[in-house]
């Protein structure tokens, strides 16, 4: 009897050990996922930033991973971006070296910035570079692993699964105010993803690029997002060969129609709903309102009746080049017309920021959207967002919101403008007469030295 009992349960046990072991996910792939780790790297940026009117750097660590040969370093926006002022790459043999900014995409969060190959050479520094996976080929379960810099931790590895492969965000980058999410969809995983992740890949066991983490869900566990590698891999060829994405707008945003399709008399997974107009946009000039329904686009029927279809729609129009016709099918009120739409170049509501310091004011540019939106008719595209107390523009009693429109009675349209007449006050220090325009209406202000 004892002996029948032992005989059981060395039974039960190898079969508890042959389960266990089926169920372990296997290790990565050792020379790919070798050769991966060798291309993450950590990214330390130091930002210029403008508050209230005083220009201060701040300085962040993310994460990133060299695609190329010639050391093009892919990461998100929102780690380096037009207001790096330095950027130092560590690689993988913890050697420092210098990059420079190539450009971004805030709306997809990406970025690419490009080794100092001169210094690599003179140093005899080597490193390796990894290759995108294609995302459009993962299944939900699919194992993957998180590689970054998380809290300056190198090369740090995280074990998840794809939880889901279609999410989506439409909103702003924390701390900028850009939009970002709409023209994507967003990877889902349970790796851990932490502060300083951001930029880092997430990868397959064979070591292929097929995310770049991006975000994470806060006071949450094992809630992390990554750009997927198809739309990574587009935009970065933008990138390096233009430093910038260009897209198309008309000046729509738009809601999925789920459980509304009764209200508004249409047939279920046909058409998507019109949000809202951005004013004096394309849209808004052809008399599009929200409310409407776009039923196709192009003679090219939609359908946005759940969130994660929207990015797909807004890309219909946003990958077609500026000046663009495009033809919408519109139902309003039972009734279906055809409106065309002169498609415009697509801009952020948010402009690029810069401060003079001598004159103690900081200054956005204002974007075409952000004009139409707060109404403002000017051909000058400069706000003061910032002044520093007790310099000259405090003391001729300047206000965040008022627009330069001259300066010593010389008009102000650009920033360039705005840079030569400081650049002649620095020169030659003396009082100035600046005319802005504020509440739209005149006003002026006296500049003058007082020793700043």
């Known amino acids: 009897m004892k002996r029948a009992l032992s005989l059981l349960s060395g039974i039960c046990l190898g079969m508890l050990l042959c389960s266990c072991a089926s169920t372990e996910p296997s290790f990565p792939d050792n020379k790919g996922f070798d050769n991966l780790l060798q291309s993450v790297v950590r990214i330390d940026v130091w930002e210029a930033t403008q508050k209230n ?125 850009y939009e970002t999410g709409i023209f994507n969809t967003w990877i889902q995983t349970d790796a851990a993803i932490n502060p300083g992740n951001s930029g880092g890949p997430l990868v397959t066991a064979e070591g292929k690029v097929i995310g770049i983490n991006t975000r994470v869900y806060t006071d949450s566990n094992n809630l992390g997002f990554s750009v997927p590698s198809d739309v990574a891999r587009d935009v970065m060829a933008a990138l390096i060969a233009n430093g910038r994405v260009d897209r ?47 039923l196709s686009i192009n003679s090219k029927e939609v359908d946005g009746r759940f969130p994660e279809q929207l990015p797909g729609i807004m890309n219909m129009v946003a990958r077609l080049p500026a000046g663009s ?23 952020s509501r948010v402009g690029a920021e810069f401060t003079l310091e001598k004159w103690g004011v900081g200054i956005q540019e204002i974007t075409r959207v952000f004009a139409r939106e707060a109404r403002i008719e000017s051909d000058s595209n400069l706000m003061i967002i910032g002044i520093r107390s007790g310099y000259p523009f405090a003391l001729g009693n300047a206000m965040e919101g008022d627009i330069i429109v001259s300066v010593d009675r010389k008009k102000i349209e650009t920033r360039e403008d705005l840079q030569k007449a400081y650049d002649e006050y620095c020169a030659n220090p003396k009082k100035t007469l600046v005319e802005v325009l504020r509440n739209h209406a005149v006003s002026f202000l006296v500049i003058e030295p007082n020793g700043n």
């Open 53 to 177: 009117g005083d220009s201060t750097i701040v300085r962040s660590i993310g994460s990133g991973v060299i695609m190329s040969e010639d050391g093009m370093v892919l990461t998100n926006a929102h780690v380096a971006n037009r207001y790096a002022t330095k950027i130092i790459i560590t690689l993988s043999n913890l050697e420092r070296v210098p990059a420079k900014f190539i450009g971004w995409d805030h709306w997809t969060d990406l970025a690419v910035v490009q080794l100092d190959t001169d210094d690599v050479k003179s140093r005899n520094l080597s490193f390796s570079h990894a290759q995108f996976g294609d995302s459009a080929k993962l299944h939900p379960g699919e194992v993957v692993y998180a590689v970054g810099t998380p809290h300056g931790f190198a090369r740090t590895v995280t074990r998840g699964i794809i939880s889901n492969l279609h999410r989506f965000f439409g909103g702003t980058i924390i701390g900028s105010g």
């Open 325 to 347: 016709e495009v033809k919408l099918s519109i139902l309003r009120n039972g009734a279906i017309t055809e409106k065309d739409v002169k498609s415009e170049p697509l801009e």
């Open 248 to 294: 198309g707008y008309i000046g729509i945003t738009f809601a999925p129609l789920q459980d509304m399709e009764k209200y508004f008399d249409v047939d279920a997974n046909r058409g998507v709903l019109v949000r809202n107009v951005d004013s004096g946009s394309p849209a808004a000039q052809a008399g599009i309102v929200p409310g409407d329904i776009v």
